[in-house]
């Protein structure tokens, strides 16, 4: 007998779902195993929270919808920080996630599945029956797709097991995107012409549009930075300044700050992209091209906000250009970037001792090991800078930074995640000691999997941001403080290969594994320096 299960796995394979994340019980076993038989490929992960997570950012990094399913009740609320995460984020993600029938009203997995997934901010649907299943599945489908919504799609139980009929799935609808109207068009590219500093910032929302945007940038003489989440948009463009916000050089900061107009695209100027409005001057005219109307000026205040498409209202901007004029980009300011531009361009003392490796002098020296073709993935913590800032990415489709949401614990995931994403590069996970340990479960998916991944662990035996956001005020320390744990002898435990750094001649190791084979994921349990703080978190509790 054909059933439910077996049309939503059917129609999901047949809409495009590609690597499949979750842990499988009862619930979601049927559901799980057609979509295995329709061709999907399911990644068992180790828990609900790993297998959201590296969904989430198997869709980021390939930019198809991101799939996972999970068991009723306890299933979905393991998974739940990280669908808070992909949502806060607007990850097109679909979440299968199986629901006691609605007559099992004691079943002891019941919990209301919609309230949890509308209280992240995640959109909930469901397959109302046989009858309706195929549409139900493409209509979650879609919302997601085209809506870059995440979303919850309730399988009851009895739904599941009844009788059902697999049918071809609706054609896809063509979704057109809002357009600038000219007005707009007009008023931007006016602003433009008259601009002698303008600064150009794209987000996760302009992930689409670096040709237009880097050719409008070239007509007006604006320079390009980017939010946080979009690092790598620009990448290998002379007049690129990187990241704005809390990961911004000096140089960065400085030029953007010193901007006469400066255009936010697809990005939510929020106070990471903005140090908190101090990056943008008060004096500078500022311009939010979004496709949400909501967007526009929720964060940092807008004199001009343009409801469309990033690409398509940079080709129109572009277009109604009077007059092409080089604005910011001087032969100063590009001697600047060349000699000020990077993070490792900027001199510092070096904080390493004897038994300690300054978090800068190690991930420089990983930049330098660590081959071009890398995606490079980022747990959060007081560590988080140091390889958003310093590790190098070809694109951006080579930075995962899972980050809306502030949790630690997700940088395993999301290198898995972005790892099957990027078959050819070499996968780098960068995490803190806690937000390692909080995951551990997920190395032993990685190890399984024979990714060949480069793990690399800040360890400064504490939740670093809490010590050094607390310690200056003489409160105690000894819940956010810990032994010293050896990473390199647990990593062994679950078959990967390991090495502890000290100073920067035990990186040997880490050269001889990047050389191959690389057929075990290698843990580098690095002891860093802890005595500084780092500002970007200053900023973080600033603002909470």
């Known amino acids: 007998m054909t059933t439910v299960a077996d049309v939503v796995g059917a129609t999901l394979v047949k809409l495009g779902a590609g690597p499949v994340f979750g842990v499988v019980g009862s619930g979601n076993f049927h559901v799980t195993n057609a979509l295995v038989k329709n061709g999907a490929r399911f990644v068992a992960t180790r828990h609900e929270a790993g297998a959201a997570t590296a969904a989430d950012a198997y869709a980021r990094v390939s930019g198809r919808v991101g799939v996972m399913t999970v068991h009723q009740g306890c299933g979905l609320t393991n998974a739940m920080t990280g669908i808070a995460e992909a949502a806060k984020s607007c990850t097109p993600m679909l979440v299968l996630a199986a629901e006691p029938a609605a007559t099992a009203l004691r079943s002891n997995f019941r919990v209301d599945q919609d309230a949890l997934a509308r209280a992240v901010g995640a959109s909930s649907d469901r397959v109302h029956s046989a009858a309706t299943a195929v549409d139900d599945t493409v209509r979650a489908w879609r919302l997601a797709a085209s ?27 063509a979704v057109e995107r809002p357009q600038a109207n000219d007005d707009a068009v007009a008023a931007l590219a006016a602003l433009l012409a008259a601009a002698d500093r303008p600064v150009f910032i794209a987000g996760r929302g302009a992930v689409n549009a670096r040709d237009p945007i880097s050719s409008l940038a070239s007509s ?45 695209w697809g990005a939510s100027l929020n106070m990471w992209t903005t140090r908190h409005g101090a990056l943008v001057s008060p004096s500078a005219t500022v311009v939010q091209v979004d496709l949400d109307p909501a967007a526009l000026g929720a964060h940092h205040r807008v004199d001009l906000g343009i409801v469309g498409d990033a690409g398509s209202t940079a080709r129109a901007v572009r277009s109604a250009l009077p007059v092409r004029h080089p604005g910011y980009r001087t032969p100063r300011v590009q001697e600047r970037i060349v000699f000020e531009g990077r993070w490792r361009d900027v001199s510092y003392d070096d904080d390493g001792d004897a038994t300690h490796i300054d978090p800068r002098t190690f991930s420089i020296a990983l930049d330098d090991l660590i081959p071009r073709e890398r995606v490079v993935a980022v747990d959060s913590g007081n560590f988080m800078g140091y390889p958003s800032m310093f590790l190098s990415v070809p694109d951006h489709r080579a930075f995962c930074f899972t980050q809306a949401f502030q949790s630690i614990g997700l940088g395993l995931a ?12 070499v996968p780098v996970a960068a995490c803190g000691d806690g937000g390692f340990l909080m995951s551990i479960a997920e190395l032993e998916t990685i190890r399984r999997l024979n990714l060949g991944m480069l793990i690399v662990v800040y360890n400064d035996a504490a939740y670093g941001a809490e010590v050094h956001h607390f310690g200056p005020d003489g409160h105690p320390l000894s819940t956010v403080q810990f032994p010293d744990t050896d990473l390199a002898a647990i990593a062994r ?23 191959g084979p690389r057929n075990v994921p290698l843990v580098v349990d690095a002891k860093v320096a802890a005595g500084r703080p780092s500002w970007w978190l200053e900023e973080a509790f600033r603002g909470h």
Do not use: H, K, M
């Open 414 to 425: 999301t290198a898995l995640g972005a790892a099957l994403a990027s078959p050819g590069r």
């Open 220 to 264: 007006c003489g604006a320079l390009l930075a980017t939010s946080a989440v979009a690092r790598g948009l620009f990448a290998g463009n002379s007049w690129s300044l990187d990241v704005s916000g809390g990961f911004a050089t000096p140089l960065a900061a400085s030029l953007i700050a010193d901007a006469d107009v400066v255009v936010a």
């Open 147 to 173: 809506e870059r919504r995440t979303v919850v799609l309730n399988l009851p139980l009895d739904v599941q097991a009844a009788e059902a009929v697999v049918t071809e799935p609706q054609a896809p609808i």
């Open 493 to 515: 435990g679950y078959g990967c290969a390991a090495v502890t750094v000290r100073r920067p001649a035990d990186l040997s190791p880490v050269a001889a594994w990047l050389a």
